[in-house]
């Protein structure tokens, strides 16, 4: 299975200034998908070095959790998961309950259908680390469907603020860049604590106060009818 992976390159003087500040890498993954979706921090990490490496492979999760409102820093706990691959689809009977369906109305895309008459909320967990962790959250009506397509493009963040994996994080707070490894496996960065992230073709810099959701939560290409997901 193909694996994607970004090296962090930074002095030595940069990694021991990160950690004597007290400051948290922050890894992010891209979806698209229709709605109101917002992105959820995926890995965290305070361990530094000259070539740190974030990693992942395409393996994936759909989940459910109970319904709430959708915020910054509100924790997404998945009540229910169900391993699957993009194209497949999981047909939802309960807050807790669902089968996966092995054909989804959009190729690439993981099928969310609510066939029960309670509002959840859903998404995908990536695998990464020893578990797999959501990173992302969206809306699940009684009878609507959700179609979420990974994407392989990271937004990489330091921050001092405290952030959790697993919760919503809908503004950048620190500097960030958004990595593209569409068509190849691995790409490099760099960072330097007084400088910030160096721009490349496929890394592009974001300042503190961005607004993550349009970068993380990209539009779907068209909408796709409840009556046409899984059954």
């Not at 965290?44 to 759909?62: D, G, I, K, L, N």
């Not at 915020?71 to 699957?84: D, K, M, T, Y």
């Not at 259908?113 to 695998?127: K, Y």
Request: glycine share 12%; aromatic share 8%.
């Amino acid at each position: 299975m193909i694996s994607y992976q970004i090296t962090i390159q930074m002095s030595a003087a940069t990694a021991a200034a990160l950690q004597q500040r007290g400051y948290t890498l922050c890894a992010f993954r891209a979806v698209s998908g229709a709605g109101a979706g917002v992105p959820v921090a995926w890995l965290t990490t305070q361990a530094f070095e000259e070539a740190t490496q974030v990693e992942w492979t395409p393996r994936y999760q759909a989940y459910l959790s109970p319904w709430k409102a959708l915020g910054q820093n509100v924790a997404i706990v998945p009540s229910a998961s169900f391993p699957l691959f993009p194209g497949m689809g999981l047909a939802v009977t309960g807050a807790d309950s669902g089968h996966v369906v092995g054909g989804g109305p959009a190729p690439g895309a993981i099928a969310i259908l609510n066939q029960s008459t309670q509002p959840l909320i859903c998404g995908i967990s990536q695998q990464g680390g020893a578990g797999f962790t959501p990173t992302c959250a969206f809306p699940l009506p009684a009878g609507a469907l959700d179609l979420i397509t990974p994407l392989e493009q990271a937004f990489l963040m330091f921050c001092t603020a405290p952030v959790r994996a697993g919760t919503v994080v809908e503004q950048s707070l620190g500097p960030g860049v958004l990595v593209n490894l569409t068509g190849t496996g691995r790409q490099a960065v760099s960072f330097d604590i007084d400088a910030g992230w160096s721009p490349l073709p496929w890394a592009q810099v974001y300042p503190p106060g961005t607004n993550l959701v349009p970068l993380l939560i990209q539009a779907a290409a068209a909408p796709v009818e409840a009556a046409a997901g899984p059954a």
